[in-house]
C-alpha cells in the first residue's frame, strides 16, 4: 500500500561506489496520497535512503469512513462502516544496475498491523422463521503484507511523485466473517440461530482496507 520520492537516476553515477546520499542528495521523504481522501483515507509515509540501492519507511493509513452515510442502515448505528488505523513498515529496493537501466523503478514489501472498528449487519431468522437483521459494533486486530511494484520521479528539486501497483493479502479475522449462533440486539433480546454477516466482506474488500489491488499515486517532499 504506497507512494514515495526521490531524484531521477543518473547513467553516470551508475558505477560509482558513493552512497545514495551523492546519487540522490535528498535522504529523508515526507508523503501523502491525495486520492484515498475520496475513499475516506488519509495516508502518509515517512521514507528514509539507506544506501544507493534500498531505502526504508513507514506507512500509515487512517479510516475516516466519508462513507458513513451512503453504506448502512444509519437509524441502526450504520452497517459496513470501517474506522480504524494501518500501520506498515516496509523497504524498497531501487533496480538501478546498468544493464538493466530501469531509472527510478522499485520493488518494495510491507508487513502491516490494522485495528479497526465496524458497525456490522447480521441476518438471519428469529425463532418464528422470520428474516431479521441485527447490528453489531465490532473491534479488532488484523495482519497482513503487500507487494509493490512503481517508479517515482523527481518534479523538482525538492517535489517528487511516486506511481505504484499493489497487491496484499489483509483479511478480516474470522471473529467477524463467521456465522454466529447467538445474537443479542440493543434491546437486550436474544435471538439464537444461524445469523451471517450480510455485506461487510464486500465493503471489506472491494473498497476498504483488505482491497487486494491498489493502485497508488503520492506526492511527496524530500530533504
Known amino acids: 500500500m504506497s507512494l514515495t520520492v526521490t531524484a531521477q537516476f543518473n547513467p553516470a553515477l551508475n558505477n560509482s561506489e558513493d552512497t545514495l546520499l551523492k546519487y540522490n542528495p535528498h535522504v529523508h521523504y515526507i508523503k501523502a496520497a491525495p486520492l484515498p481522501i475520496l475513499f475516506g483515507k488519509a495516508t502518509l509515509i515517512y521514507q528514509q535512503n539507506i544506501n544507493k540501492f534500498f531505502s526504508a519507511g513507514l506507512e500509515a493509513d487512517i479510516d475516516y469512513t466519508l462513507w458513513n452515510n ?5 437509524s441502526a ?3 459496513h462502516i470501517h474506522n480504524g488505523i494501518k500501520v506498515s513498515p516496509f523497504i524498497r529496493a531501487y533496480l538501478t544496475d546498468e544493464k538493466y537501466f530501469l531509472p527510478n523503478i522499485y520493488l518494495q514489501g510491507n508487513l502491516s498491523w490494522g485495528y479497526y472498528n465496524m458497525g456490522i449487519e447480521y441476518v ?12 453489531k459494533n465490532k473491534s479488532f486486530q488484523t495482519m497482513g503484507q503487500s507487494y509493490w511494484i512503481g517508479k517515482q520521479t523527481l518534479l523538482s528539486s525538492n517535489f517528487t511523485l511516486d506511481v ?8 478480516l479475522p474470522e471473529s467477524i466473517e463467521k456465522t454466529s449462533n447467538t445474537i443479542i440486539n440493543e434491546n437486550g433480546i436474544r435471538y439464537s440461530g444461524d445469523f451471517e454477516q450480510f455485506g461487510t466482506k464486500a465493503v471489506w474488500y472491494y473498497i476498504g482496507p483488505g482491497c487486494p489491488a491498489v493502485l497508488r499515486f503520492d506526492i511527496g517532499y524530500a530533504f
Request: aromatic share 10%; hydrophobic share 30%; glycine share 24%.
Open 70 to 74: 451512503l453504506l448502512g442502515n444509519p
Open 164 to 171: 505504484g501497483l499493489g497487491i496484499q493479502i489483509f483479511k
Open 77 to 79: 448505528g450504520g452497517s
Open 124 to 135: 438471519g431468522q428469529d425463532q418464528d422463521g422470520y428474516d431479521i437483521s441485527i447490528y
